[in-house]
């Protein structure tokens, strides 16, 4: 059975950090892109991140660039998320997702597993 755990989400003042880790278990995952998806309360799930199978080529949204870094570890199967100065509007469930292909994208529709989440809260 495929599983995506998502770990580390939690509270966090303005301007702080948090690292995201999701572990892939039931298969591996070295030949596909990994994602981060986000939703907030009253909002549609929406992309933030992805990473290519070869750990490169990283792709972001345009509301996290330049704070947020993806990356990866084909080996042990996991895929983490740094989320440096967190702005209350990053409050959300975050979401890692398995692509159904080895380039990463901002299409949901392009990945087929997806983990429960974890709950990211930033306060003022």
């Known amino acids: 059975q495929v599983q995506l755990v998502e770990s580390g989400g939690g509270l966090v003042q303005a301007g702080g950090s948090l690292r995201l880790s999701c572990a892939a278990s039931?298969?591996?995952?070295?030949?596909?892109?990994m994602g981060w998806f986000r939703q907030a309360p009253g909002k549609t799930r929406e992309f933030v991140s992805t990473?290519?199978?070869?750990?490169?080529?990283?792709l972001y949204a345009d509301s996290v660039k330049g704070r947020f870094i993806i990356s990866r570890d084909s080996a042990k199967n996991t895929v983490d998320l740094q989320m440096n100065s967190l702005k209350i509007e990053d409050t959300a469930v975050y979401y890692c997702?398995?692509?159904?292909?080895?380039?990463?994208?901002?299409?949901?529709?392009?990945?087929?597993?997806w983990g429960q989440g974890t709950q990211v809260t930033v306060s003022s």
């Open positions: 997702a398995a692509g159904m292909y080895s380039r990463g994208s901002r299409d949901e529709n392009e990945y087929n597993y």
């Open positions: 039931g298969r591996s995952f070295r030949g596909n892109a």
């Open positions: 990473i290519a199978w070869s750990g490169g080529l990283p």
